[in-house]
């Protein structure tokens, strides 16, 4: 696939990449597209809570990296709704700090869909805090400590990707779970484009796109959406990355591109 997206030989750079949600749909596209623009010396870290799924891809990955020398891939399982996944991913990603490395992009896209159900149903804290814990403090608690994992320094670039949604901005009855963590995490990355300016942070709508969760979506409310190929979104969030002129802290949805 290289040249697809550019001709003129732009890359990742000498990357440590981590996708979150790595193993299937919209992550395993990413995986599969990150890995052809990445310079040699460079780290894929892929992560979900699948072991079999994780190494399908790796052997997948390694096929096609065949002819290129030097980038290393590892991949994860851990269930991140836990504080034992999210420590296990950090401490897989600081093991790797001391590699001479340009460029840190960390691509949070793992989500998950939650229970769709009216408001006044969800009145089980226990129930509630699970769907939250996966959804939004995994994802603060990982991205902040790949960050410290990866201090600034000269020559270092870091990206993050928030894997956002429409409902990040529009309400929909029965989704409180859903609109509320998508609604939280893109002000949590608004709050890191503020902060800290060496992290160009880049919040992106994929789309209805073709996954398990959409057949869960048309399974329960029996709306069916006109859905995307997941490489499709894929190719235009890495067009994103390569070109790297969004403004920090940007909301980009698939739609606008």
């Known amino acids: 696939m290289s040249g697809v997206l550019h001709a003129n030989g732009t890359t990742l750079g000498r990357c440590m990449c981590i996708i979150t949600g790595a193993s299937k749909g919209f992550g395993r596209a990413l995986a599969n597209l990150v890995a052809d623009y990445l310079k040699p010396g460079s780290v894929l870290l892929l992560v979900a809570r699948s072991t079999l799924l994780l190494q399908q891809l790796k052997d997948e990955l390694l096929q096609n990296l065949k002819d290129i020398q030097d980038v290393t891939i590892h991949c994860t399982a851990a269930d991140l709704g836990t504080k034992d996944g999210v420590e296990i991913t950090v401490d897989m990603a600081r093991q790797q700090s001391l590699k001479e490395i340009d460029h840190v992009l960390l691509i949070n896209n793992a989500a998950s869909l939650g229970d769709i159900s009216p408001f006044e149903n969800f009145t089980d ?80 709508s994929p789309g209805p796109m073709d996954t398990e969760m959409q057949e869960d979506i048309r399974r329960l409310t029996g709306i069916q959406y006109h859905l995307h190929p997941c490489h499709e979104s894929a190719t235009k969030l890495m067009r994103l990355l390569l070109d790297n002129d969004f403004a920090t802290g940007s909301q980009i949805d698939f739609f606008q591109l």
């Open 125 to 204: 804290l226990d129930r509630v805090n699970s769907y939250l814990a996966l959804n939004i403090s995994s994802v603060l608690a990982l991205t902040a400590g790949v960050l410290q994992a990866f201090p600034p320094r000269a020559g270092l670039r870091w990206s993050v990707v928030n894997c956002s949604s429409t409902f990040a901005v529009q309400p929909l009855p029965s989704w409180v779970l859903y609109c509320t963590a998508k609604a939280a995490r893109e002000m949590m990355f608004k709050v890191l484009a503020a902060e800290n300016p060496n992290v160009k942070v880049l919040s992106y």
